[in-house]
């Protein structure tokens, strides 16, 4: 069983606010929320997702499980996605990344960023490690989800303000350190089990085998109310919002 519909579930951006006509909240703001994961139509499990104040005032612990059902459990493990970052200067700066993988150690690792030495250190479960230069603005795979949210968020502030069509972050990852370039567009109203939202279609641009397209609410404080996963440009998983709570704090 391939776990690439169980990793997109792990690139999840984060929610943090309830249905249609919820107010505004940061993109900071405390969430739980629960996706289901299909492939052309067939349930294949949950994802749950959380982010939570971390033990430092501006610090943030995001999380994501993704749980297969019975049947695709017989093939492949529950998979645990977390990042700590804190918001310096007006940005998101990972601290540690976890990716793990039940009974795959070549496949799951951490990430440690030491930003007064500008490196991260990779480490595998299996033992390699390897140690990468920094750049400035550098996020891991699940803080790069939040970043690319506050980057939305910021640009729509203000009267009059505009919909941003591209933007370029740079992710460091079980690869290295590379540029992940987005585009977002207007997708219009789209119906969930989670409510309907007026959306914008955020999708990494170039070409690429993998790629994953995310429908952000543009009411909602730009929550992902719909993921796709694409491969050589077909949809291979799609994940849907199915449930989902938030605090103000």
Not at 66 to 71: F, G, I, Q, R
Request: aromatic residues 10%; contains cysteine; hydrophobic residues 35%.
């Amino acid at each position: 069983m391939n776990t690439n519909c169980f990793r997109a579930a792990a690139l999840v951006v984060g929610l943090s606010v309830a249905a249609s006509g919820a107010a505004l909240a940061s993109p900071t703001s405390p969430f739980k929320a629960v996706y289901t994961v299909r492939k052309s139509g067939l349930p294949l499990g949950d994802a749950h997702f959380s982010l939570e104040p971390g033990k430092h005032d501006g610090c943030y612990v995001y999380a994501g499980h993704a749980k297969p059902n019975a049947l695709v459990h017989m093939f492949l493990g529950n998979i645990d996605d977390e990042t700590r970052f804190c918001i310096v200067d007006g940005a998101v700066r990972p601290m540690y990344f976890r990716h793990h993988i039940d009974g795959k150690p070549g496949h799951s690792y951490t990430l440690k960023f030491d930003w007064s030495a500008m490196t991260v250190r990779y480490h595998s479960e299996n033992g390699d490690t390897k140690t990468y230069t920094l750049k400035p603005g550098t996020q891991d795979p699940m803080s790069l989800q939040i970043a690319a949210r506050r980057w939305l968020a910021d640009a729509n502030s203000g009267t009059g303000a505009q919909l941003p069509t591209e933007h370029a972050f740079t992710l460091a990852d079980d690869d290295g350190l590379q540029t992940y370039r987005v585009n977002v567009t207007d997708a219009g109203n789209l119906k969930t089990p989670g409510g309907t939202f007026d959306t914008v279609r955020l999708a990494r641009t170039g070409q690429h085998h993998h790629a994953l397209t995310f429908w952000l609410a543009r009411n909602a404080d730009w929550i992902p109310v719909q993921v796709r996963r694409l491969e050589d440009g077909d949809t291979q998983y799609e994940l849907t919002v199915q449930s989902l709570s938030r605090s103000d704090g």
